[in-house]
């Protein structure tokens, strides 16, 4: 099947609408793994090796079939991590000397010299990689922040969580002492990931130190709708928080620049298919998530059941090009800004423009499907991270930390202001276009918002299923928020410490189309029953 041509009735390996059990691609990957080694066979004699665990998906570049990118295949159709790729790896995490003594001198050199070392590849270590291999490339830029355009998700392979045995050789004796500088080596460049999409979260080893490449760390906890593979199959993806920090990327961006200019900077932050003659461009920008926890599990009953998880680990940003110390500060703060907009206004994942309803409206589930996310951090994190509120005087901060934000962007791009014209977009983050409200909530059960997205918010007056709130197939123009409250307290040494309350402050983020109800809800929100205040823009 795999060489047959992509017509209609023969081979279409990304068109399952007649189900995935009936599909092509099911029948395509039957085919290979049917006839696949069932058992590892192991490296020869000689050949030191060392197993390490993928902590989520990893992907080998080996081409194309047709549209499905797969992994180099081996003898016997068992997928491996090339030798020569390793090598390449290898050599990046070297100093110059030990590049040189280890893996021979580079080509264009005069006097070439090999190196001692022979490097084998990596290989899965049993059968597990014949599990979830069906992988989802759903590309939603155009479709979240942009407009209501067509989006298709795509389907991929990728090895599911497996251990990887690597072997390494040398054309001379070493001592255990040298084998031990070369497998240090070797865990400095596993600590940079792997294979192909390592920006996403692909390729990255689960016990690997903190790359001295981390440009910030944060632990975050999270809970909300899990993602589905083409099978059916429930899964939490870990590169659903690039594409969360690419997507609020390219809305901050859209405020300050031209359409094309923004999506231009978008790439070359976190990299993309580029255009033209310059081809797909590498970004500076990657992020990895290594889960200390992650369950996923089902909730609701019957045609309302869905996949749920609860999450909590380390998520890193890091660079992916060797970067100057000074356009490695400023994008440490462009991260810190980041992170700081995305958790102080909306998610990750799926359904991330609503509050969790198990947590804030759990009456609303009882025969209805789950809806939204919840993230907030597992530790407490620096200072810089939070916005602390102590009391409705202080909702001010939200609108502050965000206009902090767009300053580190905009030093980023060497500009003072914003552009006049944003683009038409549904989401571009510019005063014209966007209204952040707020109010301070007690508890869980103190959210007004999430009722008014299921019912009247005053008298008869709805947004319900309207523009705002969306519906299915129709995105919404509002987020909601129920954001953790810290206050800030001063300690006996006179510094300022924030406190974690059992209180929230609830964010309403509106990109108002000008409809009628649109005004009106706005009108709503500046009257003192809403008990909301507008924090952004303020002039």
Not at 157 to 172: A, D, N
Not at 198 to 209: D, F, K, L, M, P
Not at 275 to 288: A, Q
Not at 472 to 486: A, E, K, L, S, T
Request: charge should be neutral.
């Amino acid at each position: 099947m795999m060489y047959r041509a992509q017509v209609r009735g023969r081979c279409q390996l990304q068109y399952v609408g007649q189900g995935y059990a009936e599909s092509d691609i099911r029948q395509w990957l039957y085919e290979w793994t049917a006839q696949a080694e069932r058992h590892y066979s192991g490296f020869g004699e000689g050949i030191q090796t060392r197993s390490y665990q993928i902590a989520w998906r990893f992907v080998t570049n080996g081409g194309q079939d047709e549209g499905i990118i797969r992994p180099v295949l081996g003898a016997r159709g068992w997928p491996y991590y090339p030798g020569s790729s390793m090598k390449g790896a290898f050599r990046n995490a070297c100093t110059p000397e030990q590049a040189v003594h280890y893996c021979g001198s580079p080509a264009g050199q005069k006097e070439l010299s090999p190196g001692l070392l022979r490097f084998h590849g990596g290989y899965p270590t049993d059968a597990h990689w014949l599990n979830n291999l069906v992988d989802v490339i759903h590309p939603q830029q155009a479709w979240q922040v942009e407009s209501q355009s067509d989006h298709s998700a795509f389907a991929g392979i990728s090895l599911y969580r497996p251990e990887l045995s690597f072997g390494i050789s040398s054309s001379e004796p070493l001592t255990e002492e040298e084998w031990k500088i070369v497998w240090e080596i070797w865990e400095k460049a596993l600590a940079n990931g792997l294979g192909s999409r390592v920006s996403a979260g692909y390729g990255q080893i689960e016990t690997a130190q903190s790359s001295t490449d981390t440009l910030y760390k944060v632990s975050l906890r999270g809970q909300g709708v899990a993602s589905k593979l083409l099978d059916g199959t429930a899964e939490f993806r870990d590169n659903l928080f690039k594409a969360a920090l690419r997507g609020n990327t390219l809305r901050l961006l859209g405020g300050l620049l031209g359409e094309a200019e923004a999506k231009k900077r978008v790439e070359e932050l976190w990299g993309g298919l580029g255009s033209g003659r310059n081809g797909p461009i590498v970004g500076l920008l990657g992020s990895t998530f290594l889960a200390e926890v992650c369950e996923v599990d089902s909730f609701g009953k019957g045609k309302f059941e869905l996949p749920v998880y609860e999450v909590e680990g380390e998520l890193r940003l890091t660079a992916v090009r060797n970067l100057k110390d000074d356009q490695r500060q400023q994008l440490k703060k462009l991260c810190q800004s980041l992170l700081i907009f995305t958790m102080l206004l909306g998610g990750f994942g799926k359904s991330w423009r609503r509050v969790d309803h198990r947590l804030f409206y759990q009456q609303y589930l009882q025969n209805k499907p789950m809806i939204g996310c919840h993230w907030q951090f597992a530790e407490p994190p620096a200072n810089k991270l939070l916005v602390p509120i102590n009391g409705p005087k202080n909702l001010h901060s939200i609108g502050s930390a965000i206009d902090y934000v767009r300053d580190a962007f905009r030093n980023w791009l060497k500009i003072k202001e914003e552009i006049q014209n944003p683009p038409q977009w549904r989401e571009a983050w510019h005063s014209q276009k966007v209204q952040v409200w707020a109010r301070i909530a007690d508890n869980q059960q103190d959210s007004r918002a999430v009722q008014w997205f299921h019912g009247p918010y005053s008298g008869e007056a709805t947004i319900k299923g309207s523009i705002l709130t969306g519906k299915i197939n129709q995105i919404g123009r509002i987020w909601h928020r129920m954001y953790p409250r810290y206050t800030s307290q001063e300690n006996q040494q006179k510094q300022r410490e924030p406190e974690l309350t059992k209180g929230f402050v609830e964010i309403l983020t509106i990109f108002p189309d000008g409809s009628e109800v649109s005004n009106q809800f706005l009108e709503f929100l500046s009257t003192p029953g809403s008990d909301f205040k507008k924090v952004w823009p303020l002039s």
